[in-house]
């Protein structure tokens, strides 16, 4: 019985992760999944937030993502993220200026119909993402 699988996690602008791992747990749409070795074939939409790997050592690794689809085969699980960013690598200052940028837009849309609510929120909540999850690398022992 198999105790990993392969994993594939990309964006447009390359490979975020390429390797054996013995689970997963993604942020989809409706909620976080896990996907355990021998998992049942399935395509799901991904949300904003936090796509955790556990690797065959036990050690783990986190990644900042922000939406995207995770397909799972008998092959592997192959995940399409529209933005990630693994845990030590987010830059803080940078993402939060981004939160700061996306509150004042926020504000500003409540004041100006030529800018969009819903953008500037999701702005917002991809940057208060990237937050949270280095902190949490930060924090870990």
Avoid: W
Avoid at 40 to 53: F, H, K, N, S
Avoid at 123 to 135: D, Q, V
């Amino acid at each position: 019985m198999a105790r990993t699988y392969h994993l594939t996690i990309a964006t447009q602008q390359g490979s975020c992760f390429d390797g054996e791992v013995a689970s997963l747990r993604a942020p989809g749409a409706d909620g976080y999944f896990g996907v355990l070795p021998r998992h049942a074939p399935m395509i799901a939409q991904l949300g904003v937030g936090e796509l955790a790997v556990k690797l065959p050592d036990q050690s783990r690794n986190r990644f900042a993502i922000s939406g995207g689809i995770c397909e799972i085969s008998e092959k592997g699980v192959i995940v399409l993220a529209d933005a990630c960013e693994e845990a030590e690598q987010i830059d803080l200052a940078r993402a939060e200026a981004a939160a700061e940028r996306a509150r004042k837009r926020l504000q500003e849309a409540r004041a100006n119909s030529e800018i969009h609510a819903a953008r500037a929120e999701m702005a917002l909540l991809r940057a208060l993402n990237r937050l949270k999850i280095a902190g949490k690398f930060q924090s870990a022992p």
